[in-house]
């Protein structure tokens, strides 16, 4: 993980109750496209690893029946 260490997002929104003196309200910098490419790739590589795993247990499964 990294901290994202963008400025906020100002808006002129005098009449906010978090409004600063000036008028404006600082917003997090959240782009949805941005977070669902990274969850998917996240899922990829997680079914990635799942896959790689099975692959190998099933090879060490195999050996084990071989020496039988």
Same mark, same amino acid.
């Given at each position: 993980?990294?901290?994202?260490?963008?400025?906020?997002?100002?808006?002129?929104?005098?009449?906010?109750?978090?409004?600063? *003196?000036?008028?404006? =309200?600082?917003?997090?910098?959240?782009?949805?496209?941005?977070?669902? =490419?990274?969850?998917?790739? *996240?899922?990829?590589?997680?079914?990635?690893? =799942?896959?790689?795993?099975?692959?190998?247990?099933?090879?060490?499964?195999?050996?084990?029946?071989?020496?039988?």
């Amino acid at each position: 993980m990294i901290e994202d260490t963008r400025e906020p997002e100002r808006c002129y929104i005098p009449g906010h109750p978090d409004a600063d *003196a000036q008028g404006y =309200v600082a917003f997090p910098n959240i782009n949805p496209a941005e977070d669902m =490419v990274d969850l998917m790739a *996240a899922t990829r590589g997680y079914h990635s690893n =799942v896959a790689a795993m099975s692959a190998i247990k099933d090879m060490i499964q195999r050996s084990l029946d071989l020496m039988r």
